[in-house]
């Protein structure tokens, strides 16, 4: 989008979203506040990334944009639509109250859309800690009214065992009852409430860990003397450091190393469930024979719990690091650039 300076070069060529923007700004802070709160999320940062940038407004630029406004509200029937209240007390009269009520439920159900868009601004681990201990319906509700991308982080951020059971109870879903719709109404109003005091969220483990995997040859200095400061958090972070994910990009002669000292037990419960370029990367290191041999032990070991996996993996890892302090290994921690 064109930078403010180039904007104000002349009236006519405005776009709409610039038009828009000069409207806002013209109207003053709290019915300006009333519009933004309509918008969905990728119009409410064009339009105010563009309102940010405005200086120096031509009156032609700002006569034109009111103008526009204008003849577009002047083209409107000036006939408005009916209320909630109103339609209620005439479906009521036509219809009876229950039959009303279902009529006015199916009009009203998207009446809560633009509460749930203002949702968008919420990070998806928080959303998903407000919904966890709601009933699994009421989860799905409460994402069937997210947009998809925001839904899918939000179940990707619930526990992992219920995931399969809060999406088939999506894909199950046709029409929400008034009781239901209620108790949504009430759910949301209660995350609104909470969305001004959330906080902004920072791994900082993981990312001291990230810091030091990039660190040139004195990292292992600065490891020890991170530990004399401070032990516990250092274990945290070399933790964080040896995440069972970095298996897939070591070596084939890394692997087999560690493949070597792992028992067969131990890889079959650590690999449920994992990514499938650590399964492929271990696979690979083996021999053919061994590799179909492990995948029928993996098969066998049928469903673990997850915390049974992780503390799998929790063992391998720390096997890896054993071999890289006793120098038998040099491990690749994250992924580097590469050159041709």
């Not at 009446?111 to 919904?131: D, F, G, N, T, Y």
């Not at 890896?320 to 038998?328: F, H, Q, T």
């Amino acid at each position: 989008m064109a930078e403010a300076s180039d904007l104000m070069t002349g009236a006519a060529t405005l776009n709409p979203v610039e038009q828009a923007a000069i409207v806002l700004l013209s109207m003053g802070e709290e019915p300006a506040a009333a519009v933004l709160r309509c918008l969905s999320r990728e119009e409410l940062l064009d339009v105010t990334q563009v309102m940010s940038r405005m200086s120096g407004i031509k009156v032609d630029s700002v006569k034109t944009a009111i103008q526009h406004f204008f003849d577009d509200y002047r083209e409107q029937s000036g006939v408005h639509g009916a209320s909630r209240s109103y339609l209620k007390r005439s479906l009521d009269l036509a219809l009876g109250g229950d039959i009303a009520n279902s009529v006015l439920h199916n009009i009203y159900g998207d009446a809560i859309r633009p509460k749930m868009q203002r949702l968008q601004w919420a990070s998806p681990k928080w959303l998903a800690e407000h919904i966890a201990y709601e009933h699994v319906r009421m989860q799905a509700v409460f994402l069937a009214f997210l947009p998809p991308h925001l839904a899918s982080d939000v179940i990707a951020a619930l526990p992992a065992e219920g995931r399969e059971l809060v999406l088939l109870n999506v894909a199950r879903l046709n029409e929400v009852d008034r009781e239901l719709l209620v108790e949504l109404e009430e759910l949301v109003e209660r995350c609104l409430a909470g969305l001004g005091q959330q906080s902004a969220s920072v791994e900082g483990v993981r990312q001291a860990a990230e810091i030091l995997n990039r660190l040139p040859a004195d990292r292992q200095q600065m490891v020890e003397r991170l530990r004399a400061q401070d032990p516990v958090v250092m274990g945290e972070i070399e933790v964080s450091m040896y995440d069972f994910l970095v298996l897939s990009r070591q070596s084939e002669a890394v692997l087999t190393r560690v493949i070597e000292e792992v028992a067969p037990e131990l890889w079959a419960v650590a690999l449920k469930g994992a990514e499938g370029t650590v399964r492929q990367a271990i696979l690979a290191a083996m021999p053919r024979r061994q590799a179909q041999s492990f995948e029928d032990l993996i098969r066998r070991s049928g469903p673990v719990p997850l915390s049974r996996v992780e503390q799998a993996r929790a063992e391998v890892m720390a096997q890896v690091k054993a071999l890289v302090d006793a120098g038998e290994i040099e491990v690749q921690l994250f992924a580097e650039a590469t050159v041709e």
